[in-house]
């Protein structure tokens, strides 16, 4: 009996330690597949040393459990798919690499889930092609072609420059394909006007230097658009999105018209836009919002959680040399913050002191990154951390606000500033 309950201590103690080194920082895995019940299998690829993923470990029972909650913890994306984890799990040992007949499967998991560069090889069969045909796929899915929401009129000498060519605009993760200026004779020389639903939304002059005509245009629509999303993504725009998806995943568009309106699923797009987050990781957002879905909507919260989800997505553009650069407060600070948010009838807002003080200490951080010619990224908790944004956006909107546990836990930070509470600071 004794040896039975030792030789039990001994293997739990054996799955721990192993657990804990293919966890850490160096070896984490990419993705882990679970059949929801009894098999996990954690896949790993590195495009120096393997022609494919690897089976990096594998597990069944209690240990497959232990492995999904590990990478849970640690940011790792959790795959449900029943025959792709059996399959993987009975043909194939730990340390081997994936065989072709599951290649295009595992590349559309990871163009779904995971962001890493990919060099292009010669090989068209090779497992970084198809993933970067995955990926492309995946883009095309998700672009638009609005030509009648959008339209670019420019003077005659300009048109002579552009009028053969299209502007594709990437913007918040969705490609806008096929806009073209129109000739207007009435405009000036050098003159563009841009109409968003007939409206006119930005109005200026080409400036003749090394930038292109056509580039600028680009760059002003590019700018136009960022400030008109909510007049871009309207309600038809998501019917849009949902029949082409529901194609290749019709439960989730059914879960989703299940549990919110249109009009629900603009508003949470919406909120990342507002904080220029790309929405192109539409079905990773979706599968959130549906998983939160059951009950009364606090859209707040299921924001959080998207923007959880998608935290990769977040920080991607901010990165330097893949490292995310970052400034944050130190925590006496952030509870003197949290304190002075003052509940009213229109809702909570930061005592007017602490808006000052705030402002005054985040400038100070800004002008380090600017010297630094690094984007700034304030990471605040959780709590408040939407509120605490428009704070901030008072003072510059450029700055992103960022919590915690949207960096993926394998992402390199450098705290390049911690900002310490004033002593003279005594609001309450």
Same mark, same amino acid.
């Given at each position: 009996?004794?040896?039975?309950?030792?030789?039990?201590?001994?293997?739990s103690?054996?799955?721990t #330690?192993k657990l804990?080194?293919?966890?850490?920082?160096?070896?984490?895995p990419?993705?882990?597949? %679970?059949?929801? *019940?009894?098999?996990? &299998?954690?896949?790993?690829?590195?495009?120096?040393?393997?022609?494919?993923p690897?089976?990096?470990?594998?597990?069944?029972?209690?240990?497959?459990?232990?492995? &999904?909650?590990?990478?849970?913890?640690?940011?790792?994306?959790?795959?449900?798919?029943k025959?792709?984890?059996?399959?993987?799990?009975?043909s194939?040992?730990?340390g081997?690499?994936?065989?072709?007949?599951y290649?295009?499967k595992?590349?559309?998991?990871y163009?779904?889930?995971?962001?890493?560069?990919? &060099?292009?090889e010669?090989?068209?069969d090779s497992?970084?092609?198809?993933?970067? %045909?995955?990926? !492309?796929?995946?883009?095309?899915l998700?672009?638009?072609?609005?030509?009648?929401?959008i339209?670019?009129?420019? #003077?005659?000498?300009? /048109?002579?420059?552009?009028?053969?060519?299209?502007?594709n605009?990437?913007?918040?993760?969705?490609?806008?394909?096929?806009?073209?200026a129109?000739?207007n004779?009435?405009?000036?020389?050098?003159?563009?006007?841009?109409?968003?639903?007939?409206?006119?939304?930005?109005?200026?002059?080409?400036?003749?230097?090394?930038i292109?005509?056509?580039?600028?245009?680009n760059?002003y629509l590019?700018?136009?658009?960022?400030?008109?999303?909510?007049q871009?993504?309207?309600?038809?725009?998501?019917?849009? /999105?949902l029949?082409?998806?529901?194609?290749?995943?019709p439960?989730?568009?059914?879960?989703?018209?299940?549990?919110?309106?249109?009009?629900?699923?603009?508003?949470?797009?919406?909120?990342?836009?507002?904080?220029n987050?790309?929405? !192109?990781?539409i079905i990773?957002i979706?599968e959130?919002?549906?998983?939160s879905?059951?009950?009364?909507?606090? /859209?707040?919260?299921i924001?959080?959680?998207?923007?959880?989800?998608?935290?990769r997505?977040?920080?991607?553009p901010y990165?330097?040399?893949?490292?995310?650069?970052?400034?944050?407060?130190?925590y006496?600070?952030?509870?003197?913050?949290?304190?002075?948010?003052?509940?009213?009838?229109?809702g909570?807002?930061?005592?007017?002191?602490?808006?000052?003080?705030?402002h005054e200490?985040?400038?100070k951080a800004?002008?380090?990154?600017? *010297?630094k010619?690094?984007?700034p990224?304030?990471?605040?908790? !959780?709590l408040?951390r939407?509120?605490?944004?428009?704070?901030?956006?008072k003072?510059?909107?450029?700055?992103?606000?960022?919590?915690?546990?949207?960096?993926?836990g394998?992402m390199?930070?450098?705290?390049?500033?911690?900002?310490?509470?004033?002593?003279?600071? %005594?609001?309450?």
């Amino acid at each position: 009996m004794f040896q039975k309950i030792l030789d039990k201590y001994i293997f739990s103690w054996v799955e721990t #330690s192993k657990l804990k080194n293919i966890f850490s920082e160096k070896n984490k895995p990419d993705i882990i597949l %679970t059949d929801k *019940n009894n098999l996990a &299998v954690a896949l790993k690829y590195d495009r120096k040393s393997m022609i494919a993923p690897v089976i990096m470990e594998k597990g069944k029972n209690t240990y497959a459990q232990k492995l &999904v909650s590990s990478g849970s913890s640690n940011n790792i994306p959790i795959v449900e798919d029943k025959e792709l984890v059996n399959n993987l799990f009975s043909s194939l040992k730990t340390g081997q690499a994936i065989i072709p007949s599951y290649w295009v499967k595992i590349a559309r998991l990871y163009s779904k889930h995971i962001n890493f560069d990919i &060099v292009k090889e010669k090989n068209k069969d090779s497992f970084e092609e198809i993933f970067e %045909t995955q990926r !492309q796929q995946n883009q095309e899915l998700f672009s638009l072609s609005l030509p009648q929401k959008i339209k670019i009129e420019v #003077s005659s000498n300009i /048109f002579g420059i552009v009028n053969k060519k299209y502007l594709n605009i990437n913007i918040y993760g969705f490609l806008l394909n096929n806009v073209k200026a129109e000739e207007n004779k009435k405009l000036e020389n050098d003159e563009y006007h841009i109409y968003i639903n007939g409206l006119l939304a930005r109005n200026g002059k080409i400036i003749y230097t090394f930038i292109e005509p056509y580039e600028q245009l680009n760059i002003y629509l590019t700018e136009c658009l960022r400030f008109h999303y909510k007049q871009l993504i309207g309600r038809d725009e998501i019917v849009y /999105f949902l029949d082409q998806i529901r194609e290749n995943y019709p439960i989730l568009v059914s879960e989703i018209l299940k549990y919110y309106t249109v009009g629900d699923v603009r508003k949470i797009l919406h909120g990342l836009m507002e904080e220029n987050v790309s929405i !192109q990781n539409i079905i990773m957002i979706l599968e959130t919002m549906a998983d939160s879905g059951d009950g009364e909507h606090n /859209f707040d919260l299921i924001l959080e959680n998207v923007r959880k989800a998608i935290g990769r997505d977040i920080c991607y553009p901010y990165l330097c040399d893949n490292v995310l650069n970052v400034f944050t407060f130190e925590y006496e600070f952030i509870e003197k913050i949290n304190a002075n948010f003052i509940n009213s009838e229109n809702g909570k807002y930061l005592n007017e002191k602490y808006v000052k003080i705030v402002h005054e200490s985040i400038s100070k951080a800004v002008e380090i990154f600017k *010297n630094k010619n690094l984007r700034p990224v304030l990471v605040y908790g !959780q709590l408040n951390r939407k509120l605490f944004k428009g704070v901030v956006d008072k003072l510059d909107r450029e700055i992103a606000v960022i919590s915690a546990s949207e960096i993926p836990g394998d992402m390199k930070v450098e705290a390049v500033e911690i900002l310490k509470l004033p002593e003279s600071t %005594t609001p309450s």
